[in-house]
């Protein structure tokens, strides 16, 4: 398991930004081969908002194409999702996650929160 330390949540007025940053404590870069975030709203799944492997390759939900950009820098292991043109239906509680092997390693979680 590696301790994942989520900041960067808070509260934003519609079409604001924030950034989030996650940080994979004591790993090796090349040790975790995904890492992203995900985020569940209440009542509402866990789904998966965007994550970008050690070569870079990224991957995004539909949902935040063009407003959302993943990025990663690998020593120390660090993930950031950079959220533009945030809306209400945004809010949620997103969460670290840092893939290595078979192993899933999940942070505590950030909460967002979008006024309109």
């Known amino acids: 398991q590696v301790p994942l330390r989520e900041s960067g949540g808070g509260l934003v007025q519609a079409g604001g930004s924030l950034r989030l940053s996650c940080l994979a404590s004591g790993s090796i870069w090349w040790s975790i081969n995904t890492m992203g975030w995900y985020r569940q709203a209440p009542g509402k799944q866990r789904e998966l908002v965007a994550d970008?492997?050690?070569?870079?390759?990224?991957n995004y939900a539909d949902f935040v194409k063009g407003r959302f950009t993943v990025s990663r820098d690998n020593a120390p292991n660090t993930v950031y999702l950079q959220m533009n043109g945030l809306k209400p239906e945004d809010t949620a509680v997103y969460y670290c996650n840092a893939q290595m092997g078979a192993t899933v390693n999940w942070g505590q979680g950030t909460q967002v929160t979008v006024s309109s």
């Open positions: 970008i492997t050690r070569n870079g390759n990224t």
